[in-house]
């Protein structure tokens, strides 16, 4: 009550029309209305002592130092916060048939999304999840996968937000998952650095071991076949 407080500072002490004004938020015409009793006529003033916004002691200093700007008192009693649960998202209802699609979607891109989340992004049930998945629900014969950000029903930064929620939940991959990976850049151009030969590592020196050695198998076979050779096939050659 802005312009009871006014009031009440107007006719119970002598502080400047400005201060009132800058406490009560009101503008200095205003309150200087307020003291001609042509603004407010008819409001009863109240108290800004009793109700707890100011104090003896903060009224006094103002009125000693007409420059200084009232400032409300801390109050007594702290309420805790009421932490308010967060419902489902709202879909309207132009995009609600398009729920299914956009499931279906995020169950095929992002397997690693708990239903929790799902139920998040999108606004629906755990049973409407769990239908889609187990291809129960009754429209699973029309049903086509349709990213839900293109259907507005999520943004992208909400998708991507979940996703690296679901990401960190994930366990690491084994070490030997993910087949053949690049070697760094400064371990490849380093002058000392050789090519590993082995099978497990798929480089290509194994490669070139292997041609290597079935080079010499051949080289023996016909070195054999030359010996066998006796001195009557020599003459003819």
């Known amino acids: 009550m802005p312009k009871a407080t006014a ?14 004004a800058d406490f009560c938020k009101l503008h200095p015409l205003e309150v200087k209305g307020i003291a001609d009793g042509e603004v407010a006529a008819g409001i009863k003033g109240a108290n800004p002592i009793t109700s707890g916004q100011l104090t003896h002691e903060e009224i006094e200093k103002a009125q000693k130092h ?13 309420l ?21 699609n956009a499931i279906l979607w995020l169950l095929r891109n992002h397997p690693e999304l708990k239903d929790a ?30 990213d839900p950000v293109t259907l507005g029903l ?3 930064i909400d998708l991507d937000l979940e996703v690296q929620r679901a990401a960190k939940d994930r366990p690491p991959a084994p070490v030997g ?4 990976t690049l070697l760094p850049a400064d371990v490849s151009t380093d002058p000392g650095y050789q090519p590993p030969e082995e099978e497990e590592y798929g480089g290509y020196g194994a490669q ?17 076949l030359k010996n066998l050779k ?3 096939d020599e003459e003819e050659e």
């Open 66 to 78: 007409p420059e200084y700007r009232l400032k409300i008192a801390p109050p007594k009693v702290r």
């Open 230 to 232: 006796g001195p009557e």
């Open 177 to 180: 998952e993910g087949g053949q």
């Open 117 to 146: 989340q799902i139920m998040r992004l999108v606004g629906t049930t755990k049973t409407t999840i769990q239908q889609i998945r187990e291809r129960t629900h009754w429209n699973s014969a029309s049903l086509s996968p349709l």
């Open 208 to 224: 070139r071991r292997r041609e290597v050695e079935e080079r010499a198998e051949a080289d023996s076979v016909f070195a054999k």
């Open 80 to 100: 805790p916060e009421i932490k308010t649960k967060r419902g489902p998202r709202y879909t309207p209802v132009s995009r609600r048939q398009d729920r299914p």
């Open 7 to 20: 009031v009440w500072l107007v006719e119970n002490t002598s502080l400047t029309f400005d201060q009132i």
């Open 154 to 156: 999520c943004s992208q």
